[in-house]
C-alpha cells in the first residue's frame, strides 16, 4: 500500500489546483495526514496537516490560501490551493500513517506531484 499524490500542473499567478493523496490499497485509514513541499535548492517543509485531534496547522506563507480536507469515505486527503503564488512552485508530497485493514500502522510518503506557477 502506498499513497498517491496527483493534482498538480501549470497555472497562472492567482490561480487554484486541488491536490489530490489516495491510498493505492484497501485501507482502514489515516492519521495525522499532512501535504509537505520541496522546492529547488530547499528543505522538504510541512504546507499543512490535520491532526489526529481534528484541528489543521498550515504554514504561515499558506495561511488563508490553502485548505487541507479529507473524505473518509474515499480514504483521500486533499489541498486545495488558491491566490497561488509563483514562491509556492514545488514538488508537493503527501504524507500520513497509514492504517491496515489488519490494523498495523506505517509511516506512508506518496511520490510528489510537480506544481508549478508562473508569473
Known amino acids: 500500500v502506498q499513497l498517491q499524490a496527483s493534482g498538480g500542473g ?9 491536490l489530490s493523496c489516495a491510498a493505492s490499497g484497501s485501507i ?12 529547488p535548492g530547499k528543505q522538504r517543509e510541512l504546507v499543512a496537516q490535520l491532526t489526529s485531534g481534528g484541528s489543521t496547522n ?36 503527501c504524507n500520513a500513517r497509514v492504517v491496515t485493514t489488519t490494523g498495523a500502522f506505517f509511516d506512508s510518503w506518496g511520490q510528489g506531484t510537480q506544481v508549478t506557477v508562473s508569473s
Request: proline content about 4%; cysteine-free; hydrophobic content about 35%.
Open 10 to 18: 501549470l497555472v497562472q499567478a492567482g490561480g487554484s489546483l486541488r
Open 28 to 39: 482502514f485509514g489515516f492519521i495525522g495526514p499532512g501535504w509537505y513541499r520541496q522546492a
Open 58 to 93: 498550515y504554514a504561515d506563507s499558506v495561511k488563508g490560501r490553502f485548505t487541507i480536507s479529507r473524505d473518509y469515505a474515499k480514504n483521500t486527503v486533499y489541498l486545495q490551493m488558491n491566490s497561488l503564488k509563483p514562491e509556492d512552485t514545488a514538488v508537493y508530497y
